[in-house]
């Protein structure tokens, strides 16, 4: 049995069992089920996004209140007298959903640009705002709420009872569950995911990472607002009380103790404080002999055990502990791939990279001075340099990560200053860096796949709708092609992070070869690698050369950059001291003083041997 039909019997059982259960059971399954449509989104926004938010609970409101306004304000109603009423319930779904995504956009705007604690805080501020002024809007009931509400009517059949409308908040949330699933198996979620590990690794493949940020934020509010429809119509009654502070922690609650990062996780997370929640509040109050909110007590104490045992939630111990009783799923036959849209490489010699008088200061620090430096197509330029020598900060301006102070920085003839690092990637630039960054759980394919973010096209709802399958394959054939073009090709379906550092490194190359850069910026590549694997990334990079791409390197390595380097560009306190062949700067004087220190007293027929050790060691 695969993990797909033991869900799919999950879902058989509970259809079989679902006429048989008692009224009472049926309505805490449906909870179970708006609950866990919530706790999905907090798992796109927190578990894989790395957006905390405690405000959830809010947007459910929002999805209630509007229905609720809808089907029953005489406003509403008096002008929307000519429909039937059974169309009303449908309005009020499109006006909740409407009014989310309007003010969970601007909202987003904001929040989701902080970082640290103050995320969190902020959804702890506009949920309270939002949970007072629900409760003291008087065409909204204020603290007494609204009655009334109609029961849902699908072609004339009324889902007025749980047992009726249970079903149908589970082929939601499990329709809900199936498009979360396509969206983080493609393009789009590999931005997604990419967002929680490092916004400048992701900007730097061209994603841009406050969008996308924003649009998952708006995507965990619809969840919630879908919900609180839903709810509104199962309850046909709407006051503040159920969506409180306390109850946007208890989602988050959900997510985390089933799995921040799991789907599925939200379910179970769901399912066990439903059941907890409903057991305790009949147990708790004969224990102690009085009645009180002593859940919340329990439910502190159980998060403490859960994240000091089981730090990531249930559900990966769950599917950790039954891997030995499943067999893996089938793979699916790769779809035929076609080639990936090319652009032209410049021709060798046409200056793709420049550098003009570029100068960085850090208050009263200079940390480049007035550096110029250019980068031709084919051929392989090294940037060299003791430590603090300015290399990180010249190679990030460069890049995109920073801006000169001043100075200018072009690619392919366009000015690129004030542009974010993403505007690099798509002007034709790729990088590597100094610390590797990569999606450590996430499989070498789909780390490399990353790169070629660009050079696919299909968006979210595409994804969802799994109509982004030939694009995708193509994707993850070109992200195959590099990795074996790196010598990694049997590491391809193994996670990133299960590879030593060395090979980890040569991950980054393939992944921004999978951009199909111009210009390829390396940041101490063979830093970790062994001598054979050093040759063959040698030889990598010399075809690359003559393939016609323009390679900048920073490297420590003295023997690997002079026997690949055309030209040498050599830093010093944040000025260029010399530049020219790898002969012409292992002769100059004042290399060698900066190097080893007393240049003059070095004899020149020595000096290559010698810095080459001096600069490893």
């Known amino acids: 049995m695969t993990r797909r039909h033991l869900t799919l019997a999950f879902i058989a059982a509970l259809a079989v069992a679902w006429p048989f259960l008692p009224d009472f059971t049926t309505t805490v399954f449906s909870y179970i089920a708006l609950y866990a449509m919530v706790a999905a989104g907090l798992v796109m926004l927190t578990g894989v996004g790395g957006m905390t938010s405690f405000g959830q609970a809010s947007f459910v409101a929002l999805g209630a209140y509007a229905t609720a306004w809808a089907c029953t304000s005489p406003t509403a109603t008096s002008a929307l007298a000519a429909l039937p009423p059974a169309l009303l319930p449908w309005l009020g779904l499109a006006l909740g959903l409407a009014i989310t995504f309007a003010l969970a956009w601007g909202l987003g705007a904001i929040t989701v640009k902080l970082s640290g604690h103050y995320l969190p805080l902020c959804t702890i501020a506009w949920g309270l705002g939002l949970y007072y002024l629900f409760g003291n809007l008087e065409f909204l009931g204020g603290q007494t709420g609204v009655r009334g509400l109609p029961a849902l009517d699908v072609f004339g059949f009324s889902l007025a009872s749980p047992r009726v409308l249970g079903p149908v908040i589970w082929a939601v949330l499990l329709l809900a569950l199936w498009a979360l699933h396509n969206l983080l198996d493609s393009r789009e979620g590999r931005a997604i995911r990419a967002l929680k590990s490092g916004q400048l690794m992701a900007e730097s493949m061209g994603v841009d990472t406050a969008r996308h940020r924003v649009k998952v934020f708006v995507l965990a509010a619809l969840l919630a607002a879908l919900s609180g429809w839903l709810y509104a119509h199962m309850q046909r009654f709407v006051n503040p009380t159920p969506f409180g502070l306390n109850i946007g922690i208890e989602y988050l609650f959900m997510a985390v103790v089933g799995g921040a990062g799991h789907l599925w996780g939200a379910v179970l997370g769901a399912t066990l404080i439903t059941l907890l929640k409903e057991q305790l509040q009949d147990w708790l109050p004969h224990l102690l002999g009085a009645s009180g909110n002593f859940e919340q007590i329990v439910f502190g104490l159980l998060m403490v055990l859960v994240l000091q045992r089981f730090a990531e939630g249930l559900w990966p111990t769950l599917a950790r502990w039954s891997a030995p009783f499943l067999r893996p799923g089938r793979r699916r036959s790769p779809r035929e791939a076609r080639p990936l849209p090319t652009r032209a490489l410049p021709a060798a010699g046409e200056l793709l990279l420049e550098a003009a008088g570029v100068t960085k200061r850090f208050g009263g620090l200079v940390a480049n001075s007035d550096v110029n430096m250019t980068l031709r197509a084919g051929e392989v330029h090294a940037l060299i340099g003791p430590n603090g020598a300015g290399k990180s900060t010249f190679f990030n ?208 027929a020595a000096v290559p041997g010698v810095v080459v050790a001096g600069a490893v060691a």
């Open 397 to 604: 301006m460069i890049s995109g990560v920073d801006d000169p102070t001043e100075g200018q920085v072009r690619l392919l003839g366009e000015p690129m200053n004030g542009r974010p690092s993403r505007d690099f990637a798509a002007r034709g630039l790729g990088r590597t860096f100094q610390h590797v960054r990569l999606l450590g759980e996430r499989s070498v394919l789909e780390n490399v796949a990353l790169g070629a973010h660009l050079r696919g096209r299909k968006g979210w709802l595409a994804a969802m709708l799994r109509l982004d399958r030939a694009e995708e394959a193509d994707l993850l054939a070109e992200a195959r092609r590099q990795i074996e073009r790196c010598g990694l090709g049997e590491f391809a379906d193994r996670p990133a992070a299960s590879l030593a550092l060395g090979q980890q490194r040569v991950v980054e190359i393939a992944r921004a070869l999978a951009g199909q850069p111009a210009a390829l910026l390396l940041d101490e590549p063979a830093a970790g690698l062994r001598h054979l694997e050093k040759q063959a990334l040698a030889r990598l990079l010399s075809q690359l050369r003559a393939e016609g791409l323009g390679i900048l390197v920073v490297e420590h390595d003295m023997e690997f950059v002079m026997n690949l380097a055309d030209r040498v560009t050599v830093l010093e306190f944040g000025c260029v001291i010399a530049e020219g062949t790898p002969d012409e700067v292992q002769r100059n004087p004042r290399v060698l003083d900066a190097y080893l220190g007393g240049g003059d007293d070095v004899a020149p």
